[in-house]
T-cell receptor, first 114, second 111 residues
């Protein structure tokens, strides 16, 4: 139990579907992150929210849409995805992003786009 | 080009042997973390180091932060099959406070 919970753990969706990934942190953190991890590629930072405000968006296609309604919850809304979007999506959280912060990951959501 | 270079990329050893994984950069970090990730799971934090020259021990794992805060190493003594996994280093760069990850080292410990 890392204090960061992701649901669902596994998701299979068609290219025309709309689905959402959910993340909840119980660590009292105020920054939350979405990362993408594909086979044989390094972790890719997608979005960062700090104090519920999006502070980073690393050229992610608009078919991925994040939402952070409060400091404990983060969503990733998915629509019209492509097969190459199949990957492990990791949520993480940390205290405010200043000197020496550490991020804690959830267990990940395996996404398969068919 | 990765900000943090990890080596080796793959490491396969026999149970009971020792191993060292390296994480190097030309940038200075205000903190550096090591994570272990098992297949299908999220990375689990092993340690955070913040002081140049710092050495931390976690049972059979020894972590060292370089004096100049540009590199780090992870040493495992008497490796066990349970140590198998992907080891990731991550660092927060001084000044912009951005977190970067290395590409990881896949460690396999054979029984």
């Amino acid at each position: 139990e890392t204090g960061v919970t992701q649901t669902p753990r596994h998701l299979v969706m068609g290219m025309t579907n709309k689905k959402s990934l959910k993340c909840e942190q119980h660590l009292g953190h105020n920054a939350m992150y979405w990362y993408k991890q594909s086979a044989k590629k390094p972790l890719e930072l997608m979005f960062v929210y700090s104090l519920e405000e999006r502070v980073e968006n690393n050229s992610v296609p608009s078919r991925f849409s994040p939402e952070c309604p409060n400091s404990s919850h983060l969503f990733l809304h998915l629509h019209t995805l492509q097969p190459e979007d199949s990957a492990l999506y990791l949520c993480a959280s940390s205290l405010r992003r200043d000197r020496g912060y550490t991020i804690y990951f959830g267990e990940g959501s395996w996404l398969t786009v068919v | 080009t990765q900000l943090l270079e990890q080596s080796p990329q793959f490491l396969s050893i026999q149970e009971g042997e020792n191993l060292t994984v390296y994480c190097n950069s030309s940038s200075v970090f205000s903190s550096l973390q090591w994570y272990r990730q098992e297949p299908g799971e999220g990375p689990v934090l092993l340690v955070t180091v913040v002081t140049g020259g710092e050495v931390k021990k976690l049972k059979r794992l020894t972590f060292q932060f370089g004096d100049a805060r540009k590199d780090s190493s992870l040493h495992i003594t008497a490796a066990q099959p349970g140590d198998t996994g992907l080891y990731l280093c991550a660092g927060v760069t001084e000044g912009d406070y951005k977190l970067s990850f290395g590409a990881g080292t896949t460690v396999t410990v054979r029984a």
